[in-house]
Protein backbone atom coordinates (compact mmCIF):
# COMPACT_ATOMS: atom_id res chain seq x y z
CA UNK A 1 0.00 0.00 0.00
CA UNK A 2 2.59 2.47 0.67
CA UNK A 3 3.45 3.04 -3.37
CA UNK A 4 0.03 5.24 -3.10
CA UNK A 5 0.64 8.80 -4.31
CA UNK A 6 0.30 11.26 -1.54
CA UNK A 7 -2.12 13.80 -1.19
CA UNK A 8 -0.26 17.67 -1.81
CA UNK A 9 -0.80 19.09 1.56
CA UNK A 10 -1.81 17.30 4.94
CA UNK A 11 -5.26 18.28 5.76
CA UNK A 12 -5.72 20.77 8.42
CA UNK A 13 -8.95 19.58 10.22
CA UNK A 14 -10.97 16.55 10.62
CA UNK A 15 -13.36 17.15 8.23
CA UNK A 16 -11.75 17.78 5.42
CA UNK A 17 -9.89 14.96 6.17
CA UNK A 18 -12.84 12.36 6.43
CA UNK A 19 -14.79 13.91 3.52
CA UNK A 20 -11.36 13.30 1.34
CA UNK A 21 -11.14 9.66 2.19
CA UNK A 22 -15.78 9.46 2.10
CA UNK A 23 -15.75 11.55 -1.41
CA UNK A 24 -12.75 9.10 -2.89
CA UNK A 25 -10.76 12.31 -3.49
CA UNK A 26 -7.65 10.81 -1.69
CA UNK A 27 -6.86 7.87 0.33
CA UNK A 28 -6.46 7.27 3.79
CA UNK A 29 -3.08 5.64 3.34
CA UNK A 30 -2.14 8.63 1.03
CA UNK A 31 -3.28 11.02 4.04
CA UNK A 32 -0.61 9.20 6.01
CA UNK A 33 2.28 9.14 3.65
CA UNK A 34 2.21 12.51 3.26
CA UNK A 35 2.23 12.80 7.55
CA UNK A 36 5.33 10.89 7.22
CA UNK A 37 6.62 12.60 4.69
CA UNK A 38 6.02 15.96 6.14
CA UNK A 39 7.47 14.79 9.48
CA UNK A 40 11.20 13.25 7.43
CA UNK A 41 11.13 16.99 5.88
CA UNK A 42 9.92 19.21 9.42
CA UNK A 43 10.83 17.22 12.32
CA UNK A 44 14.70 17.54 11.87
CA UNK A 45 14.71 21.29 13.45
CA UNK A 46 11.47 20.82 15.88
CA UNK A 47 12.22 17.16 17.44
CA UNK A 48 8.34 16.52 17.83
CA UNK A 49 8.39 12.41 17.51
CA UNK A 50 10.21 9.80 19.28
CA UNK A 51 9.13 7.05 17.30
CA UNK A 52 6.75 6.30 14.31
CA UNK A 53 4.27 3.13 13.98
CA UNK A 54 4.29 3.46 10.06
CA UNK A 55 3.05 -0.45 10.21
CA UNK A 56 0.09 0.24 12.06
CA UNK A 57 -0.66 3.38 11.16
CA UNK A 58 -1.01 1.99 7.36
CA UNK A 59 -2.83 -1.16 7.73
CA UNK A 60 -5.53 1.34 10.00
CA UNK A 61 -5.66 3.69 6.79
CA UNK A 62 -5.78 0.47 4.36
CA UNK A 63 -8.52 -0.78 6.26
CA UNK A 64 -10.71 2.04 6.27
CA UNK A 65 -9.71 2.45 2.28
CA UNK A 66 -11.50 -0.44 2.12
CA UNK A 67 -14.43 0.26 3.83
CA UNK A 68 -14.83 3.80 1.51
CA UNK A 69 -14.02 1.43 -1.51
CA UNK A 70 -17.13 -1.19 -0.58
CA UNK A 71 -19.06 2.35 0.27
CA UNK A 72 -19.74 1.59 4.06
CA UNK A 73 -20.61 4.05 6.29
CA UNK A 74 -17.37 5.18 7.73
CA UNK A 75 -16.55 5.73 11.39
CA UNK A 76 -15.90 9.15 13.07
CA UNK A 77 -12.07 9.91 12.63
CA UNK A 78 -11.84 7.53 9.42
CA UNK A 79 -8.47 8.64 7.96
CA UNK A 80 -7.34 10.93 10.39
CA UNK A 81 -3.76 11.00 11.34
CA UNK A 82 -3.22 11.25 15.61
CA UNK A 83 -0.09 11.23 17.42
CA UNK A 84 0.06 10.38 20.70
CA UNK A 85 1.80 11.98 23.41
CA UNK A 86 5.05 9.03 25.16
CA UNK A 87 3.21 8.76 28.27
CA UNK A 88 0.71 7.06 27.02
CA UNK A 89 0.94 3.15 26.03
CA UNK A 90 0.30 2.56 22.84
CA UNK A 91 0.68 -1.56 21.69
CA UNK A 92 3.62 -2.45 19.60
CA UNK A 93 5.03 1.28 20.11
CA UNK A 94 7.61 1.94 22.39
CA UNK A 95 6.13 4.38 26.03
CA UNK A 96 9.17 5.97 27.27
CA UNK A 97 7.43 9.07 29.19
CA UNK A 98 10.19 11.16 28.01
CA UNK A 99 13.04 9.23 30.28
CA UNK A 100 15.87 6.77 30.18
CA UNK A 101 14.15 4.68 32.51
CA UNK A 102 11.63 3.49 30.64
CA UNK A 103 13.95 3.17 27.23
CA UNK A 104 13.22 0.06 25.90
CA UNK A 105 9.46 -0.72 27.56
CA UNK A 106 7.19 -1.17 24.82
CA UNK A 107 3.73 -1.71 26.75
CA UNK A 108 1.73 -4.83 25.85
CA UNK A 109 -1.80 -2.71 25.42
CA UNK A 110 -3.56 -0.03 24.40
CA UNK A 111 -4.36 3.00 26.54
CA UNK A 112 -8.16 3.09 26.94
CA UNK A 113 -7.94 6.66 24.99
CA UNK A 114 -5.46 5.10 22.04
CA UNK A 115 -8.31 2.31 21.63
CA UNK A 116 -10.89 4.68 21.21
CA UNK A 117 -9.45 6.43 18.40
CA UNK A 118 -8.50 3.40 16.72
CA UNK A 119 -11.99 2.22 17.17
CA UNK A 120 -13.56 5.82 15.36
CA UNK A 121 -10.91 4.87 12.55
CA UNK A 122 -8.22 7.42 13.19
CA UNK A 123 -4.65 6.99 11.78
CA UNK A 124 -2.13 6.46 14.55
CA UNK A 125 1.29 7.58 13.38
CA UNK A 126 3.57 7.68 16.15
CA UNK A 127 4.21 8.91 19.82
CA UNK A 128 5.34 12.23 20.68
CA UNK A 129 8.37 14.15 22.93
CA UNK A 130 7.50 15.49 26.18
CA UNK A 131 8.99 16.66 29.35
CA UNK A 132 9.96 13.56 31.52
CA UNK A 133 7.10 12.45 32.76
CA UNK A 134 5.45 15.24 32.31
CA UNK A 135 7.08 17.55 34.47
CA UNK A 136 8.41 20.91 33.26
CA UNK A 137 6.57 23.74 31.38
CA UNK A 138 9.01 23.76 28.30
CA UNK A 139 9.75 20.51 27.04
CA UNK A 140 13.16 21.22 27.80
CA UNK A 141 13.29 18.61 30.55
CA UNK A 142 13.00 14.96 28.07
CA UNK A 143 16.02 12.74 27.79
CA UNK A 144 15.49 12.70 24.15
CA UNK A 145 16.36 16.26 23.65
CA UNK A 146 14.01 19.90 23.99
CA UNK A 147 11.61 20.40 21.42
CA UNK A 148 11.58 23.84 19.27
CA UNK A 149 8.07 25.90 18.67
CA UNK A 150 7.27 25.37 14.67
CA UNK A 151 6.34 29.10 15.10
CA UNK A 152 9.82 30.21 16.15
CA UNK A 153 12.57 27.72 16.15
CA UNK A 154 15.02 29.34 19.36
CA UNK A 155 11.20 29.09 20.98
CA UNK A 156 10.05 26.57 23.51
CA UNK A 157 6.52 24.93 22.50
CA UNK A 158 5.35 25.17 26.13
CA UNK A 159 5.25 22.03 27.85
CA UNK A 160 4.95 19.17 29.06
CA UNK A 161 3.26 18.29 25.81
CA UNK A 162 5.25 20.23 23.58
CA UNK A 163 5.91 17.48 21.08
CA UNK A 164 2.05 17.04 20.68
CA UNK A 165 1.15 20.86 20.31
CA UNK A 166 4.51 21.44 17.74
CA UNK A 167 3.36 18.36 15.75
CA UNK A 168 -0.01 20.15 14.82
CA UNK A 169 1.66 23.50 14.37
CA UNK A 170 3.92 22.05 11.89
CA UNK A 171 0.75 20.53 10.27
CA UNK A 172 2.66 16.72 10.54
CA UNK A 173 -0.40 15.39 12.09
CA UNK A 174 -4.31 16.56 11.69
CA UNK A 175 -4.59 16.48 15.74
CA UNK A 176 -2.45 14.88 18.98
CA UNK A 177 -3.50 13.51 22.16
CA UNK A 178 -1.42 15.25 24.78
CA UNK A 179 -2.28 15.27 28.72
CA UNK A 180 -2.54 17.83 31.56
CA UNK A 181 -1.16 17.75 35.17
CA UNK A 182 -0.91 21.51 35.81
CA UNK A 183 -1.55 23.52 32.49
CA UNK A 184 0.70 21.03 30.19
CA UNK A 185 -2.13 20.99 27.18
CA UNK A 186 -3.57 24.41 27.63
CA UNK A 187 0.19 26.39 27.67
CA UNK A 188 1.78 24.14 24.85
CA UNK A 189 -1.60 25.17 23.04
CA UNK A 190 -0.92 28.71 23.58
CA UNK A 191 2.68 29.09 22.82
CA UNK A 192 2.15 27.06 19.58
CA UNK A 193 -0.70 28.57 18.40
CA UNK A 194 -3.20 25.61 18.35
CA UNK A 195 -6.59 24.87 20.10
CA UNK A 196 -5.78 22.06 23.78
CA UNK A 197 -8.94 21.30 25.24
CA UNK A 198 -8.78 20.51 28.82
CA UNK A 199 -11.30 18.08 30.19
CA UNK A 200 -13.00 17.82 33.43
CA UNK A 201 -11.45 15.08 36.26
CA UNK A 202 -13.58 11.89 35.10
CA UNK A 203 -14.47 12.67 31.79
CA UNK A 204 -12.16 11.00 29.77
CA UNK A 205 -10.46 7.88 31.15
CA UNK A 206 -6.35 8.16 32.07
CA UNK A 207 -6.31 4.07 31.81
CA UNK A 208 -2.98 3.25 30.30
CA UNK A 209 -1.57 6.91 31.46
CA UNK A 210 1.59 6.49 32.76
CA UNK A 211 0.60 8.58 36.09
CA UNK A 212 2.79 11.90 37.22
CA UNK A 213 -0.12 12.66 39.64
CA UNK A 214 -2.80 10.93 39.79
CA UNK A 215 -5.45 13.51 40.81
CA UNK A 216 -4.62 16.04 38.40
CA UNK A 217 -3.60 14.20 35.27
CA UNK A 218 -6.08 14.81 32.27
CA UNK A 219 -5.59 13.73 28.94
CA UNK A 220 -6.96 15.98 26.28
CA UNK A 221 -6.41 17.00 22.61
CA UNK A 222 -4.62 19.51 20.34
CA UNK A 223 -5.74 20.38 17.14
CA UNK A 224 -6.21 23.30 14.73
CA UNK A 225 -10.21 24.42 15.31
CA UNK A 226 -12.49 24.07 18.45
CA UNK A 227 -14.67 21.91 16.13
CA UNK A 228 -12.07 19.40 15.89
CA UNK A 229 -11.69 19.51 19.54
CA UNK A 230 -15.21 18.80 20.07
CA UNK A 231 -14.80 15.50 17.88
CA UNK A 232 -12.17 14.64 19.43
CA UNK A 233 -13.95 15.16 22.68
CA UNK A 234 -17.24 13.25 21.90
CA UNK A 235 -14.66 9.63 20.92
CA UNK A 236 -12.66 10.23 24.11
CA UNK A 237 -15.06 10.98 26.78
CA UNK A 238 -17.68 8.47 28.60
CA UNK A 239 -17.35 6.08 31.69
CA UNK A 240 -14.32 3.39 31.69
CA UNK A 241 -14.29 0.30 33.64
CA UNK A 242 -10.14 0.03 33.63
CA UNK A 243 -10.44 3.42 35.37
CA UNK A 244 -12.57 3.84 38.66
CA UNK A 245 -12.47 7.27 38.69
CA UNK A 246 -14.29 7.80 35.04
CA UNK A 247 -18.02 9.44 35.57
CA UNK A 248 -21.10 7.92 34.58
CA UNK A 249 -22.09 11.74 33.42
CA UNK A 250 -23.68 11.11 29.74
CA UNK A 251 -21.63 12.57 27.32
CA UNK A 252 -23.51 15.03 25.21
CA UNK A 253 -22.95 16.07 21.27
CA UNK A 254 -19.90 18.48 21.68
CA UNK A 255 -20.29 18.92 17.94
CA UNK A 256 -23.82 19.78 17.68
CA UNK A 257 -23.60 22.12 20.88
CA UNK A 258 -21.67 24.65 19.00
CA UNK A 259 -24.27 25.67 16.87
CA UNK A 260 -25.84 26.94 19.79
CA UNK A 261 -25.59 30.77 20.25
CA UNK A 262 -23.61 32.46 22.98
CA UNK A 263 -25.58 35.66 23.41
CA UNK A 264 -26.65 35.75 27.18
CA UNK A 265 -23.92 33.76 28.46
CA UNK A 266 -22.44 35.13 31.40
CA UNK A 267 -18.56 35.66 31.11
CA UNK A 268 -16.64 36.12 34.37
CA UNK A 269 -13.06 38.26 34.46
CA UNK A 270 -10.88 36.75 37.47
CA UNK A 271 -9.17 39.98 38.41
CA UNK A 272 -6.73 37.81 40.13
CA UNK A 273 -5.47 37.05 36.77
CA UNK A 274 -4.74 40.21 35.36
CA UNK A 275 -2.23 41.38 37.86
CA UNK A 276 1.33 42.51 37.78
CA UNK A 277 3.76 39.88 35.34
CA UNK A 278 1.40 39.92 32.78
CA UNK A 279 2.39 40.70 29.81
CA UNK A 280 0.97 44.01 28.16
CA UNK A 281 0.03 42.08 24.55
CA UNK A 282 -0.99 39.60 26.28
CA UNK A 283 -3.39 41.75 28.20
CA UNK A 284 -4.68 43.72 25.00
CA UNK A 285 -5.02 40.01 23.21
CA UNK A 286 -7.47 38.88 26.17
CA UNK A 287 -9.05 42.12 25.92
CA UNK A 288 -9.40 41.98 22.27
CA UNK A 289 -11.56 38.77 23.18
CA UNK A 290 -13.59 40.07 25.68
CA UNK A 291 -14.70 42.56 23.46
CA UNK A 292 -15.57 39.89 20.93
CA UNK A 293 -17.28 38.25 23.18
CA UNK A 294 -19.53 40.79 24.31
CA UNK A 295 -19.89 41.62 20.45
CA UNK A 296 -21.38 38.43 20.28
CA UNK A 297 -23.73 38.77 22.94
CA UNK A 298 -22.43 37.76 26.12
CA UNK A 299 -21.94 39.78 29.07
CA UNK A 300 -19.01 40.49 31.09
CA UNK A 301 -18.81 40.15 35.01
CA UNK A 302 -15.43 40.58 37.51
CA UNK A 303 -15.29 37.85 39.71
CA UNK A 304 -12.76 36.97 42.57
CA UNK A 305 -11.15 33.79 43.42
CA UNK A 306 -9.10 34.94 46.08
CA UNK A 307 -6.85 32.09 46.88
CA UNK A 308 -5.56 32.01 43.53
CA UNK A 309 -2.14 33.17 44.55
CA UNK A 310 -1.57 29.97 46.48
CA UNK A 311 -2.55 28.01 43.58
CA UNK A 312 1.48 27.60 42.73
CA UNK A 313 2.94 26.57 46.17
CA UNK A 314 -0.34 24.12 47.13
CA UNK A 315 0.24 23.03 43.45
CA UNK A 316 3.71 22.42 43.61
CA UNK A 317 2.97 20.45 47.25
CA UNK A 318 0.29 18.15 46.07
CA UNK A 319 1.77 17.57 42.65
CA UNK A 320 4.93 16.35 43.69
CA UNK A 321 3.97 14.53 46.36
CA UNK A 322 1.88 12.21 43.74
CA UNK A 323 5.07 11.77 41.51
CA UNK A 324 6.81 10.96 44.55
CA UNK A 325 4.25 7.92 45.42
CA UNK A 326 3.79 6.91 41.71
CA UNK A 327 7.12 7.22 40.44
CA UNK A 328 8.66 4.74 43.33
CA UNK A 329 7.70 1.76 40.98
CA UNK A 330 10.53 2.73 38.73
CA UNK A 331 13.44 0.69 40.38
CA UNK A 332 15.37 -1.33 37.70
CA UNK A 333 13.15 -4.20 38.76
CA UNK A 334 10.06 -4.77 36.53
CA UNK A 335 11.33 -3.10 32.97
CA UNK A 336 12.82 -0.56 32.04
CA UNK A 337 16.59 0.86 32.73
CA UNK A 338 18.57 -1.24 35.23
CA UNK A 339 22.04 -0.51 36.67
CA UNK A 340 24.21 -3.23 35.66
CA UNK A 341 27.39 -2.77 38.28
CA UNK A 342 25.35 -2.79 41.07
CA UNK A 343 26.55 -4.91 43.47
CA UNK A 344 23.50 -5.43 46.55
CA UNK A 345 19.74 -4.54 45.95
CA UNK A 346 19.44 -1.42 47.15
CA UNK A 347 22.69 -0.52 44.99
CA UNK A 348 20.76 -1.67 42.38
CA UNK A 349 18.10 0.95 43.29
CA UNK A 350 19.90 4.25 43.86
CA UNK A 351 21.95 3.56 40.97
CA UNK A 352 19.27 2.95 37.99
CA UNK A 353 17.19 5.72 39.36
CA UNK A 354 20.15 8.05 39.63
CA UNK A 355 21.06 7.33 36.16
CA UNK A 356 17.69 7.10 34.51
CA UNK A 357 15.77 9.86 36.07
CA UNK A 358 16.71 13.23 35.28
CA UNK A 359 17.29 16.66 37.23
CA UNK A 360 14.06 18.00 37.27
CA UNK A 361 12.10 14.58 38.28
CA UNK A 362 14.55 14.55 40.80
CA UNK A 363 13.91 17.74 42.16
CA UNK A 364 9.91 16.34 42.40
CA UNK A 365 10.81 13.23 43.84
CA UNK A 366 12.84 14.77 46.60
CA UNK A 367 10.43 17.66 47.07
CA UNK A 368 7.54 14.95 47.07
CA UNK A 369 9.19 13.02 49.40
CA UNK A 370 10.03 15.37 52.00
CA UNK A 371 6.35 17.33 52.49
CA UNK A 372 4.76 13.46 52.96
CA UNK A 373 7.33 12.70 55.77
CA UNK A 374 7.23 12.17 59.39
CA UNK A 375 6.68 15.63 61.01
CA UNK A 376 5.90 17.54 57.67
CA UNK A 377 3.11 15.90 56.31
CA UNK A 378 0.51 18.00 58.63
CA UNK A 379 2.57 21.33 57.87
CA UNK A 380 2.60 20.86 53.99
CA UNK A 381 0.62 18.02 52.79
CA UNK A 382 -2.61 18.23 55.01
CA UNK A 383 -2.19 21.97 54.50
CA UNK A 384 -2.04 21.94 50.88
CA UNK A 385 -5.08 19.80 50.71
CA UNK A 386 -6.82 22.42 52.46
CA UNK A 387 -5.99 25.10 50.48
CA UNK A 388 -7.24 23.00 47.52
CA UNK A 389 -10.61 22.86 48.74
CA UNK A 390 -10.80 26.37 49.31
CA UNK A 391 -9.63 26.98 45.63
CA UNK A 392 -12.20 24.39 44.69
CA UNK A 393 -14.94 26.32 46.69
CA UNK A 394 -13.66 29.85 45.01
CA UNK A 395 -15.17 28.49 41.54
CA UNK A 396 -17.98 26.98 42.45
CA UNK A 397 -19.29 30.63 44.19
CA UNK A 398 -17.99 32.47 40.84
CA UNK A 399 -20.03 29.89 39.03
CA UNK A 400 -23.50 30.38 40.76
CA UNK A 401 -23.20 34.01 39.03
CA UNK A 402 -21.06 33.19 35.25
CA UNK A 403 -21.25 30.52 33.15
CA UNK A 404 -17.83 30.53 32.11
CA UNK A 405 -14.54 32.52 32.64
CA UNK A 406 -12.11 34.07 30.69
CA UNK A 407 -8.39 34.55 31.45
CA UNK A 408 -4.84 34.46 29.90
CA UNK A 409 -3.60 31.16 29.41
CA UNK A 410 -0.02 31.99 30.24
CA UNK A 411 1.58 35.34 31.41
CA UNK A 412 3.48 35.80 28.09
CA UNK A 413 3.67 34.45 24.86
CA UNK A 414 6.77 31.50 24.37
CA UNK A 415 10.02 32.32 25.91
CA UNK A 416 13.52 31.44 24.10
CA UNK A 417 14.72 28.05 24.70
CA UNK A 418 17.20 27.93 27.68
CA UNK A 419 15.72 31.02 29.28
CA UNK A 420 14.40 29.60 32.45
CA UNK A 421 16.22 26.80 33.01
CA UNK A 422 18.16 27.68 35.71
CA UNK A 423 15.05 29.39 37.40
CA UNK A 424 12.91 26.70 38.41
CA UNK A 425 10.44 28.90 40.68
CA UNK A 426 10.14 31.37 37.50
CA UNK A 427 9.50 28.23 35.01
CA UNK A 428 6.84 26.98 37.78
CA UNK A 429 5.43 30.97 37.30
CA UNK A 430 4.76 29.62 33.72
CA UNK A 431 1.60 27.76 35.31
CA UNK A 432 -0.06 30.65 37.16
CA UNK A 433 -2.88 30.65 35.11
CA UNK A 434 -3.47 26.74 34.49
CA UNK A 435 -3.30 24.87 37.75
CA UNK A 436 -5.86 26.26 38.96
CA UNK A 437 -8.45 24.30 37.27
CA UNK A 438 -6.33 20.85 37.69
CA UNK A 439 -6.39 21.53 41.63
CA UNK A 440 -10.47 21.82 41.16
CA UNK A 441 -11.07 19.89 38.81
CA UNK A 442 -13.13 21.67 36.26
CA UNK A 443 -12.63 21.88 32.90
CA UNK A 444 -11.00 24.40 30.26
CA UNK A 445 -9.34 25.49 26.44
CA UNK A 446 -6.89 27.43 25.37
CA UNK A 447 -7.72 29.00 22.00
CA UNK A 448 -5.84 31.15 20.02
CA UNK A 449 -6.96 34.91 19.75
CA UNK A 450 -3.54 36.96 18.81
CA UNK A 451 -0.45 37.55 18.04
CA UNK A 452 2.71 39.40 19.91
CA UNK A 453 4.65 42.00 17.82
CA UNK A 454 6.61 39.63 17.37
CA UNK A 455 4.87 37.00 15.75
CA UNK A 456 4.12 34.75 18.62
CA UNK A 457 0.76 33.33 19.26
CA UNK A 458 -1.23 34.46 22.25
CA UNK A 459 -4.18 32.04 23.63
CA UNK A 460 -7.61 32.94 25.60
CA UNK A 461 -8.36 30.39 28.18
CA UNK A 462 -11.78 29.47 28.97
CA UNK A 463 -12.44 27.73 32.51
CA UNK A 464 -15.90 26.52 32.59
CA UNK A 465 -17.96 24.27 35.17
CA UNK A 466 -17.50 20.59 36.12
CA UNK A 467 -19.10 18.61 32.92
CA UNK A 468 -19.71 21.86 31.20
CA UNK A 469 -17.58 21.50 27.77
CA UNK A 470 -20.34 22.01 25.77
CA UNK A 471 -20.14 25.84 26.48
CA UNK A 472 -16.68 26.12 27.22
CA UNK A 473 -16.26 24.77 23.02
CA UNK A 474 -19.43 26.89 22.17
CA UNK A 475 -17.04 30.17 23.41
CA UNK A 476 -14.11 29.08 22.15
CA UNK A 477 -15.64 28.84 19.00
CA UNK A 478 -17.38 32.07 19.03
CA UNK A 479 -13.33 33.38 19.94
CA UNK A 480 -12.12 31.47 17.07
CA UNK A 481 -14.81 32.50 14.52
CA UNK A 482 -14.06 35.94 15.81
CA UNK A 483 -10.22 35.56 14.77
CA UNK A 484 -11.16 35.20 11.09
Request: overall charge neutral; hydrophobic content about 40%; some cysteine.
Amino acid sequence: MTGSKPTKAVPRTIRIARQAVASGETKAVAIAERCYATIATEDANINAWLSLSKERALEQAARIDKMAERGETLPPLAGVPIGIKDVLTMLGAPATAGSKILEGYRPPYDATVVARLDAAGAVLLGKLNCDEFAMGSSNENSAYGPVHNPRALDRVPGGSSGGSAAAVAANMAVATLGTDTGGSIRQPASFCGVVGLLPTYGRVSRYGLIAFASSLDRVGPFTHTVEDAATLLGVLAGHDAMDATTSLEPVPDYVAALDQPVKGLRIGIPEEYFSDGLDPEVRAAIEKAADDLRAAGCTLHKVSLPHTRYAIPTYYVLATAEASANLARFDGVRYGLRAANATSLSGMYRQSRDAGFGKEVKRRILLGTYVLSAGYYDAYYRKAQQVRTLLTRDFLQAFHSVDAMLTPTAPTPAFKLGEKTDDPLSMYLADIYTVTANLAGICGISVPCGNSKEGLPIGAQILGKHFDEATVLRLANAVEQAQG
